[in-house]
């Protein structure tokens, strides 16, 4: 059986986003817009669309499998950041480059950053394929961000993290938005950060359960 990709997105929106209160219309359009099965193995084409992670590349001894994250919190969490047709955003731990093609259609550019640089290889390879031609992929460590291309309008994390570090806000502009899942499985909290006149104050916005991202774990503490 031939699926019908064009279908099952029309499917994906109308029923995983617009159900969980996603109503933001361009943000909507993009997710009609972006092909989400060219963004994934083409042995899980058929399940681009499932409403739950993706996985797009298996564990190694160095580092777990990682994943496109599931459409609804996805959305989610793109809606919270209020992202604005000149903005530019920072997407931290793109994968494959799904994330960073959504934003694309919603943001003036995009910085994706990927510390796998197979994945980061692929995002290229694809995105510009697509023709998606306001997005840079950069490979690096995701808990550093990217400072030489600070300060960044929007910040969005593409996975759980314990916590968010320093030098992630930093690189926010004034007005900025970071947005991020802290905390693990059912546990975690869909948080917006915004940085005021250098300070930056956070809220818990929604609960999320999403797949972790490495390079974020809580530094031990010394105790006596």
């Known amino acids: 059986m031939v699926l019908n990709f064009e279908d099952l997105r029309t499917k994906m929106v109308d029923n995983q986003l617009r159900t969980t209160d996603v109503t933001d219309k361009p943000l909507l359009q993009a997710f009609l817009d972006v092909p989400r099965e060219k963004f994934v193995p083409s042995v899980r084409a058929p ?7 993706v996985m797009v590349s ?21 809606q919270l950041a209020n992202i604005q047709p000149e903005d530019v955003v920072l997407d931290i731990g793109c994968a494959t480059g ?6 694309s259609r919603i943001s003036s550019s995009v910085i994706a950053v990927e510390a796998d640089a ?18 840079v992929v950069l490979t690096g460590p995701l808990e550093k961000g990217y400072a030489s291309e600070a300060p960044f309008d929007v910040i969005i994390i593409e996975g759980s ?12 502009k004034d007005g900025g938005r970071l947005v991020a899942v802290e905390g693990s499985g059912n546990s975690g909290k ?7 006149e250098g ?14 991202l490495p ?3 809580k530094v031990p503490e010394f105790e006596f």
């Open 47 to 53: 399940l681009a669309y499932i409403d739950d992670d």
């Open 98 to 103: 799904y994330s960073a093609a959504i934003l």
């Open 161 to 172: 993290v314990d916590h968010v570090p320093v030098t992630l806000f930093d690189q926010l």
């Open 190 to 196: 869909s948080m917006i950060y915004v940085k005021n």
């Open 118 to 135: 197979n994945l980061a290889g692929q995002a290229t390879s694809i995105l510009s394929s697509l023709g998606y031609d306001n997005v």
């Open 215 to 217: 390079g974020f774990g």
């Open 199 to 212: 300070i930056v104050s956070g809220r818990r916005a929604f609960n999320s359960a999403v797949k972790p």
């Open 58 to 78: 298996t564990p190694t001894a160095e580092a777990g499998a990682r994943y496109i994250m599931q459409a609804s919190p996805f959305a989610k969490l793109v």
